[in-house]
């Protein structure tokens, strides 16, 4: 069973917009959020992470919301650009379970931010 | 600083054939990391190195699936004999210490025909 589900699988937006992509998880133990940036050709790059502790985190235009009680995420995309295409992936991770931290992944966003 | 780099970037093999990646963490990065993505579904855990010990391989698919990291440095995936749903992007992703920022590397795109 998929343990993050991301949505939606594809989003267009115009630049300037603010695209929304929205993941929720399932397994209360995940303790780390981290969301993940992939450009064509280049593996996954950590964009943005937040803690479960906190509602909501900002690094420059990117910003996470976390509604621990939905057990819901999502990643808003201020000012978006055409340099912001690329497809975006929510992961999850226990860090409280010692020894591997492994990521639990969404199927990713494609992003296209129209010029 | 070099990231982490993947050989071959593209390997197309036959059903049965054996294939061989690799992946070159950064420097000084005792964690390890495999991962694997099946077409259109999520970037799938496969295994955990620390150094040159597998921490857990609970994401390995089967038997057809050997992982080695030698001396703790580069580490290796075989696949043999290769079947047509282990097609994929396989990516290899390393961190200082376990609860580090992983850092992945390009990917090697498997094609099984």
């Known amino acids: 069973q998929q343990q993050v589900k991301q949505s939606p699988q594809s989003l267009i937006v115009q630049k300037g917009g603010i695209p929304i992509i929205n993941c929720a998880y399932e397994n209360t133990a995940f303790d780390y959020f981290p969301w993940y940036q992939q450009f064509p050709g280049k593996g996954p790059a950590l964009l943005i992470a937040?803690?479960?502790?906190?509602s909501e985190k900002k690094e420059g235009r990117f910003t996470i919301s976390f509604n621990k009680s939905a057990k819901q995420f999502s990643l808003h995309i201020m000012d978006s650009q055409p340099g912001d295409s690329a497809t975006y992936f929510c992961?999850?991770?226990?860090?409280?379970?010692?020894?591997?931290?492994?990521?639990?992944f969404g199927k990713g966003t494609k992003l296209t931010v129209n010029p | 600083e070099a990231g982490v780099t993947q050989f071959p970037s593209h390997s197309v093999i036959e059903k049965g054939q054996t294939v061989t990646l690799r992946c070159d963490p950064i420097?000084?990065?005792?964690?390890l990391y495999w991962y694997r993505r099946v077409m259109g579904k999520e970037i799938k855990f496969l295994l955990h190195f620390v150094k040159e010990s597998k921490q857990d391989e609970s994401g390995m698919p089967n038997n057809r699936f050997l992982a080695e990291r030698t001396g703790g440095t580069y580490s290796t995936l075989k696949v043999q004999p290769a079947e047509l749903e282990d097609s994929g992007v396989y990516f290899c992703?390393?961190?200082?210490?376990?609860?580090?920022?992983?850092?992945f590397g390009p990917g090697t795109r498997l094609t099984v025909t």
């Open positions: 992961a999850a991770t226990d860090y409280s379970q010692g020894g591997s931290e492994k990521l639990v």
């Open positions: 937040i803690r479960p502790d906190v």
């Open positions: 992703a390393s961190s200082q210490s376990t609860r580090d920022e992983q850092y």
């Open positions: 420097s000084g990065h005792d964690n």
